[in-house]
């Protein structure tokens, strides 16, 4: 069964903290994204990566780093130099990163709330 | 600069049609996508657009227009279910094709 997961759904945080969002694709896709979503707002990008052990910044890249050591995983750690953490976080792969039909599929998202 | 324009809310009864409009600008042009999304879920992709003209896909459909820089997501025969947000999002060819720009969306809700 293929697919995009993301865990945890929910995470709590105390201001300060670093924390890492999980994402695991077995779609053997080789590109992966990290978007946040803002009320009111599209989906804005914050890093993503088109093969392993490489990856690019995004728009809102500040205070947050990624990691693509294996083809599957592309984790996200959100880091206390972020300013305003909170928010929906969104990954999601796609078979090339380039194509002219490479669509994006995403995963469950999570949904982190620092307090 | 880039940026994506679609209507903030929309409101339709169950079973009628209804289109939802896209205007985009962007520097360079390499697919439309539209995507549904239900409140705190992931957004599912519904369609895309790199040709002008009418794609259709069941109750979906989906339009394009590049040199009017405008796109047109069109739901038939409305269910409940539909009440959503619809994203309109563009990828700019300027940066190989990695990027892609979102909208805000469209929140959709359907009535009896």
């Known amino acids: 069964d293929g697919g995009i997961t993301q865990s945890p759904k929910y995470l709590f945080r105390k201001e300060g903290q670093n924390v890492t969002l999980s994402c695991e694709q077995n779609l053997n896709h080789d590109a992966m994204y990290w978007y946040r979503q803002d009320p009111g707002q599209g989906l804005r990008l914050i890093y993503y990566s088109q093969i392993v052990n490489d990856f690019q910044k995004g728009d809102i890249a500040e205070g947050y780093s990624v990691s693509r050591e294996k083809k599957e995983s592309f984790p996200l750690t959100v880091t206390s130099a972020q300013k305003n953490p909170t928010a929906f976080y969104l990954c999601?792969?796609?078979?090339?990163?380039?194509?002219?039909?490479?669509?994006?599929?995403f995963g469950p998202g999570t949904r982190l709330t620092v307090l | 600069g880039q940026n994506i324009d679609q209507p903030t809310e929309m409101t339709a009864t169950e079973g009628a049609i209804v289109q939802i409009n896209c205007t985009y600008q962007t520097s360079g042009f390499n697919g439309l996508f539209w995507y549904q999304q239900h409140a705190g879920e992931a957004p599912t992709f519904l369609s895309y657009n790199v040709l002008d003209g009418l794609e259709e896909k069941g109750r979906f459909s989906s339009f394009l227009s590049r040199s009017k820089g405008y796109s047109y997501l069109l739901l038939k025969e409305l269910q409940m279910k539909d009440s959503a947000s619809y994203l309109c999002?563009?990828?700019?060819?300027?940066?190989?094709?990695?990027?892609?720009?979102f909208g805000a969306g469209t929140r959709l809700f359907v009535k009896a």
């Open positions: 999002a563009v990828r700019g060819s300027n940066t190989g094709g990695f990027k892609t720009i």
């Open positions: 999601a792969s796609s078979p090339r990163g380039g194509g002219s039909t490479d669509t994006q599929y």
